[in-house]
Each structure stands twice: as C-alpha cells, then as structure tokens.
C-alpha cells in the first residue's frame, strides 16, 4: 500500500526538484528523482532549517561569510585537480595548491601541495551547503564540475587514495552533494569508494595514544558519522555495515555514566575528540540506544566543567587538559592556545546534535561564544592559501596570525563553520518557532496554515536589545521560543513596545504562546552585564574579562605604565567606560588616574595587533615600560 509523503520525506526529496529545475533552466536534462527510503525512527525533538529558508541580514558576520564565499569560489578549479589528475595519468593544467609559497624554511609550504584530499570533501560540502542556503548557482556549478572531473581519477576498484581521515571529509562532501544539491553522481562515487574502503581499509581500530596525540592511526574515531547520514538518506546496508566497525568504545564509555572521567581521555587530540562526539550522536540517532546520548549529552558538561576557555575554545597544544589547573597554567608559555576553526566546527555540530535530540537551550550557549570569540574572530583566508589556525591567549599578551603553512586542515572546516551561521540561528518543531541566536537576520518558517517569516533586527552583542517582526499574510497561532543564555541576568520581552510576563529562566526557552497578527514586534533585552571568568578552578583569579558572550582583551601599549583590574568584578563598571566603536571600553581607574589603554572584543581584533586576554587580578600584567 502507498502511503502519503510525509512532510519529512517531502523537505529530503527537496534538494533534488530543485536541482531538476536548475538543469532544466540549463537546457540539460533533468535526473529522475532521488528514490526517498523509509527512514530511520527519528529521535529528533528539534530541526533546524537545514540550510534552507533562513538569509543572513547585513553584519560583520554576513560580511565574513560572503569574503570566505568569494575567495573559494576564485580558487582555480585545474589547482583544486592538479594533484588527483597528475596521479591518476591525466592531462593535470594549474598548479599545486600553495605551491608558490613553499621554501627552505618550509619544505610543507602547503598541506595539498599533493593533492588537494586534506580539504577537498569538503569544500564540496562547504559548496553544496551554500548553494541549499542561498541559492548560489555559481557555487554550486563549481562544486558539480569538480565532483565530475575528480570522479574520472577514481580508479575502476575504487581506490580514490583517501586514507581515515580524508575519507571522512571525502564522504561528509559527497553526502552534502547528494543531500543539498541532489547529485546522484555524488552518491555512486560514495557508494563505489566505501566499497573499496571497506576491502581495504585496516579495522585494527587502535585507540588513541595521548603521546601520539596528533597523526593518530588514520584517526578513524571519526568515521562513522557521514555514513550514518549516508544510510539515513539512501538505506543503503553497506553504510550502515561500515558505520558501525568505527564505533569507539575504548573513549565514548568513559562518559556513559560521568561527565568527569578519571583516565583514558587527557593528553588526547583536542579537535578529532571533540569531532568524535558527532559520530556519537549519529549513532545514537540511527540506533536509538540512550547510551549514547547520555554520552554527548556527559562529554559536554565535561569540555565545559574543565576543558573551556572564557571563548569557547579547548585544547592547548592540541591536547585535552587534566584538570588538575593545567588549562591554567598553559597560559603563560602555549601560544596554541585553540585549534580555532576546527575546534569551533566540532563544537557548531556537537552542539546542534544535541539541540536536535533533547530540545534544550543550553546547548546553544556554546555555539553563540565561538560565533563571537571562535571561528567568528578568525582571520580571513588571504592568499595563497593562508589561513588562521591557533587562537593566543598567553598571559604575556598574544596576536592573531597567519599559520606558517598554506591550505590547512582549517581551510576545510572554514567553509563549512561560516555556512553553518545559516542552520544555527533558527530552529523548529512541528508547532513552534525557536530563536537560537541573536544575528541580523530572516526566516521563513513554511506551515500547514501558511508561511511565517520572522525578521530579526539587531547590533547584538554590541547592542542588549534584539527586535523581531512578524511578517504575516494573516493571524496564525503558536508559540514562539527564545534562548535565555545561561550566563544572562534580567531579560526581559516586549510586544509591541509594552512589558510581556514571561519567564525568563536562564539555560531554556522563553515562550510567547499568542495568536500572532501581521506587524507584531517582540523585542528581547539581554542586559550585557561586565564579568570575570576564570580559566580554571586552581586559578581562581586568573580571569578573562567578558561583556555577555564577548570575550573583551586589553589592547597593549608598551610604554603605558600597568595597572591592576579591581578585586571585585562588580567593580569593572566603575572602571571601564564605554568608547568608540559599539563594544570597546575605555580603561578609566575610579582614583582619577588616566590610562590609556582599552578593552576590545576579541572579533575587532585585527592581524598582529598585540592584546591580553587573560590577566591575573592580583597582579600587574608584563607590560615593557
């Protein structure tokens, strides 16, 4: 017996018409329609708009986003093949990626000086989830072009050459290719390399060595997530099979019933342990064992108890801290302080998987600071290939700058992290609207009585108010949800302009449950109140100074004599006086005494420009005089 698409079903089948449409409008002829499975039993309490119907309104983030979309879409698509054709005995135009930087002092001037494999999935990826959140054509276009011109180095076995770790990003593109852009060519070539994997790939599944923390055998902890996601949209039992032989139980059992594990977790590689957790998260929404959910849901409690900075960063060397005041002490002398892009984009989905299977606001707390002070503070790729890899935050002042070598693994993540501002901001469930950050912005929100689109206003978090309208073509029910951020005091809601009693308990939803009428105006206050946060609980008074999420730094002035931050964080009120632009404060000590000196948020930051961030209150900062 047929039975009615469901709404789900309907939104998967989606990327494919639309892809159909496009080809057709080329003149090309469309591919019949991608055969929708029965899918998996969801466990999904909230969905976000996966990429679809959600545009970023003027802002320094809208900005950051469109500088990394041009810059991908004007690297060479010949450099992008130059290494997959070389190798596979085809005519190869263009050049290495990088290349043109390399030198004696850096032999490894570029990690795709081979071939591109270190990024390559996915900035296909990064390419079809821009095409599904703005109808980039062109992007798109690009991104088909190249899927067909490295599946011609594929040999007939379907040896592509990617080992563990870039066969996790090879298959994350290819399903975002298969899932937003419709390309079923993407599937068979994902369908054709994991056979070959599956052959030959070693399953010794050797857990992680805290002394080999980075180059890990083949890192194959992280493998399982995209098949997961692969099986899902096609039923396919080979991924399924293959997802299930990276499980790793050797590190996600140590959080099943803690979220302060006593051994087997520290020294080990920060980012692709934190990354691991997605796969965790795909099993527990393929399987429905709460297991595994009990693990994401106690691996975040435990990265925020012990591992997290004031940004929302982790690691130090790339490592998983002891917290024994290690994170601390790795301040004064660790200049890598945080594996930016990368680690932001472990924590983006981490995150989101969790927000997807418990509904709770919490989770939406660490994604809103690193918007800020993580991958949202990053440099701009520049070029040649240089991006921005560590974040610095010594205690004797750090900078922001390029890494020494081209196209890292960060200009991977980088597409995919920016693009993500689109899936971040809103979410959903069959009733109700949720808002789950505060960004220029706009929704359209599609339901069985009719479209709704939200318009969000606001210099947040430079600005403690938030304003969001209703565009409706007549009066429709249900609730609408907002994050009270757990770090927050005192917010308040307005409808159109008058005081609302809502509760607005930190770490869940405020609710506004109303017949809503075209033209209504909800306007959410989040008092930014100045505070200290430690780095750890060994160093109590080793602290970053914060406004909200906004992580401030105190630019250096080498010859200004030093001064001490007042005892009580009460006290930075008295002390810090706001200046130009929005955001930036200006150092005025309450005895009368002047210097000169300003606290910034660390996204204004720019490239070599010396800073503290963390500062010690009981002592002077190290300022040459």
């Not at 990690?111 to 599904?132: D, E, P």
């Not at 004797?396 to 980088?414: A, I, P």
């Not at 602290?543 to 080498?558: K, T």
């Amino acid at each position: 017996m047929k039975s009615k698409m469901q709404r789900r079903d309907f939104l998967m089948a989606a990327p494919t018409a639309a892809w159909a449409l496009a080809q057709t409008a080329k003149g090309v002829e469309p591919q019949p329609a991608i055969p929708q499975p029965a899918k998996l039993n969801s466990r999904i309490v909230l969905e976000p708009f996966n990429y679809q119907g959600v545009r970023l309104r003027q802002s320094q983030w809208q900005e950051q986003y469109q500088t990394a979309r041009d810059f991908y879409f004007n690297i060479p698509d010949d450099d992008i093949l130059q290494g997959y054709r070389a190798a596979a005995g085809l005519p190869a135009p263009g050049k290495p990626l990088g290349s043109e930087w390399r030198s004696q002092m850096s032999p490894r001037a570029s990690w795709c000086q081979a071939n591109s494999t270190t990024v390559f999935g996915q900035w296909l990826g990064g390419m079809s989830r821009m095409y599904r959140a703005t109808s980039d054509t062109a992007m798109r276009d690009k991104a088909v072009y190249l899927l067909t011109e490295w599946g011609k180095t594929v040999q007939p076995n379907g040896d592509c050459g990617h080992n563990g770790p870039v066969f996790d990003k090879l298959a994350s593109g290819l399903v975002d290719m298969y899932e937003y852009i419709g390309s079923r060519e993407a599937m068979a070539l994902l369908e054709k390399v994991t056979d070959w994997a599956s052959r030959t790939f070693n399953r010794a599944r050797t857990p992680a060595n805290p002394r080999q923390y980075m180059g890990q055998p083949n890192e194959w902890y992280k493998l399982s997530e995209h098949l997961w996601r692969a099986y899902q949209l096609t039923g396919n039992p080979m991924f399924k099979s293959f997802a299930e032989v990276w499980l790793y139980p050797a590190y996600w059992d140590k959080f099943a019933d803690t979220s302060a594990p006593a051994s087997g977790v520290y020294g080990l590689h920060a980012y692709s342990h934190v990354n691991t957790f997605s796969s965790a998260a795909m099993t527990y929404g393929a399987t429905g064992d709460p297991k595994y959910l009990r693990i994401i849901k106690n691996a975040y409690d435990f990265l925020q108890n012990t591992q997290c900075y004031a940004t929302g960063g982790f690691g130090p060397h790339e490592r998983l801290m002891e917290p024994n005041g290690n994170l601390g002490r790795s301040l004064e002398f660790r200049f890598d302080s945080f594996e930016t892009v990368c680690g932001s984009w472990a924590a983006f989905k981490m995150s989101r998987y969790l927000q997807q299977f418990t509904g709770e606001a919490r989770y939406g707390d660490w994604v809103e600071r690193l918007l800020y002070n993580g991958i949202g503070a990053a440099l701009p790729l520049a070029p040649g290939g240089k991006n921005f890899y560590y974040s610095d935050y010594r205690m004797g002042g750090g900078m922001k700058v390029y890494r020494w070598d081209k196209f890292t693994c960060c200009s991977g993540t980088l597409i995919l992290g920016l693009t993500d501002y689109h899936n971040q901001i809103y979410f959903k469930d069959a009733n109700a609207l949720y808002v789950n950050l505060y960004l220029p912005s706009e929704v359209t929100w599609s339901r069985p009585d009719g479209e709704v689109v939200l318009v969000q206003d606001t210099r947040y978090p430079e600005d403690e108010t938030s304003m969001l309208s209703m565009q409706l073509r007549r009066s429709m029910n249900f609730p609408l949800k907002l994050r009270i951020p757990g770090w927050s005091n005192d917010v308040s809601l307005r409808l159109n302009g008058e005081p609302l009693n809502v509760a607005c308990t930190p770490g869940t939803w405020a609710t506004i449950q109303r017949a809503w009428a075209p033209g209504d105006r909800v306007e959410i206050r989040i008092p930014l109140r100045l505070r200290y946060q430690p780095i750890d609980q060994q160093h109590p008074q080793r602290v970053a100074v914060m406004r909200g999420p906004v992580v401030l730094v105190l630019e250096q002035h080498y010859h200004e004599a030093a001064f001490r931050l007042p005892e009580n964080e009460d006290d930075l009120s008295k002390w810090l006086v706001a200046d130009t632009p929005p955001g930036v404060f200006r150092v005025k000590p309450p005895d009368g005494g002047r210097v000169n000196s300003r606290f910034w948020p660390f996204y204004m930051v720019e490239e070599v420009t010396p800073y503290y961030m963390y500062l010690d209150v009981n002592k002077l900062p190290f300022v040459l005089s």
